[in-house]
Nanobody, 126 residues
């Protein structure tokens, strides 16, 4: 099994920054595509960013492109999401997810992922 634990969430003012981490234990996340998703109250979970196991391919939601950066360190079994220029509409519970993907392709749908963390709350005040 793969256990994913998010950290780095918190309360920040608009325009501020946070860095989220997704640490894996158990089976290594190498060869796993990892995505970040978020869910605000009353809304469906949405894709935020994803990264291939090689780190060479990334995908971003239009709403965060240019502000968020996803990266990974396979030696540490950790994926990061650097969040800059945060807006109140970024407020949500952020979860990381992983799937084994030998084709090194980033998936953007929730159903594609096999393992999920419990999430970390990000609140952006105005």
């Amino acid at each position: 099994q793969v256990q994913l634990v998010e950290s780095g969430g918190g309360l920040v003012q608009a325009g501020g920054s946070l860095r989220l981490s997704c640490a894996a234990s158990g089976r290594t996340v190498s060869r796993y595509v990892v995505g970040w998703f978020r869910q605000a109250p009353g809304k469906e979970r949405e894709f935020v960013a994803g990264i291939s196991w090689s780190g060479g391919a990334t995908e971003y939601a239009v709403s965060v492109k240019g502000r968020f950066t996803i990266s990974r360190d396979n030696d540490k079994n950790t994926v990061y999401l650097q969040m800059n220029s945060l807006k109140p509409e970024d407020t949500a519970v952020y979860s990381c997810a992983a799937e084994y993907n030998p084709y090194n392709i980033v998936r953007v749908t929730t159903t594609a992922y096999d393992y999920w963390g419990q999430g970390t709350q990000v609140t952006v005040s105005s």
